[in-house]
């Protein structure tokens, strides 16, 4: 398994933007696809955003894009989130997750599953 660490997290106010992210113990980190969950008090885990493991794909939940990115950097074996216009209804905790898939972005959104979790950064986003 993968060692994923996460952190960016904070409280911000509405409208501001928040970079997270998760630092791998993977040194080929292109060997995996990445994504990150959210989960938000009372509610169930979800899928933000992933990222296929070639790096050329990605998809977003329908709540997210156009606001959120998420890229890799290889040298630094790290995946980032960059949020940006940021509502109060993305407050969460933030969690990175990794797996070996081969699958594309569109796919893994909807039915993939991740074998490496980190522990989650908590985002708040105050009205």
């Known amino acids: 398994q993968v060692q994923l660490a996460e952190s960016g997290g904070g409280l911000v106010q509405a409208g501001d933007s928040l970079r997270l992210s998760c630092a791998t113990s993977?040194?080929?980190?292109?060997?995996?696809?990445m994504a990150w969950f959210r989960q938000a008090p009372g509610k169930e885990r979800e899928v933000v955003a992933v990222l296929s493991w070639t790096g050329s794909n990605s998809d977003y939940a329908d709540s997210v894009k156009g606001r959120f990115t998420i890229s890799r950097d290889d040298a630094e074996n790290t995946v980032y989130l960059q949020m940006d216009l940021l509502k109060p209804e993305d407050t969460a905790v933030y969690y990175c997750?990794?797996?070996?898939?081969?699958?594309?972005?569109?796919?893994?959104?909807?039915?993939?599953?991740?074998?490496?979790w980190g522990q989650g950064t908590e985002v708040t986003v105050s009205s």
């Open positions: 993977e040194r080929t980190l292109n060997r995996y696809a």
């Open positions: 997750a990794a797996d070996k898939s081969r699958l594309p972005a569109t796919i893994l959104k909807t039915v993939g599953t991740f074998g490496s």
